[in-house]
């Protein structure tokens, strides 16, 4: 059985390798996917709220190569934000560690008492 991150590489080659089928495969897709795609459309409107563009999105995911910039998952991944005013755009997380991060109010001393108390106990 082949990982996902095994997956998400095979997908990016064959589209590579397939860009007129790619191409006419994405617009099927958006023709029998319109409410999906106004969802996604409204998405990057609140995005754009948190300080993000497509192209920063983009440049992001190139640069963690589609992967969590924390556990490195390859997943559908959340794009976080300082939580300041205005935000500030930080990096691509998955929703796990995007939610473990703000539940923790972003504070790098709980984080470490969190991994510190962790490690406590898994040493035991």
Do not use: F
């Not at 640069?63 to 794009?79: R, S």
């Not at 205005?86 to 470490?112: E, S, T």
Request: one cysteine or more.
């Amino acid at each position: 059985m082949r990982t996902q991150r095994e997956n998400s590489e095979r997908t990016a080659k064959w589209r590579k390798e397939n860009p007129e089928k790619n191409k006419a495969s994405r617009h099927a897709w958006y023709l029998a996917n319109k409410e999906v795609q106004k969802r996604l459309s409204d998405a990057w409107r609140r995005l754009t709220k948190y300080g993000w563009t497509e192209e920063r999105y983009n440049e992001k995911l190139l640069e963690q190569k589609q992967a969590c910039a924390i556990c490195g998952m390859v997943v559908v991944l959340c794009a976080d934000h300082k939580h300041v005013v205005p935000p500030l755009p930080r990096g691509l997380l998955c929703h796990r560690c995007n939610v473990g991060i703000g539940k923790l109010q972003d504070d790098p001393a709980l984080l470490r008492k969190a991994a510190e108390y962790i490690e406590k106990y898994n040493s035991e």
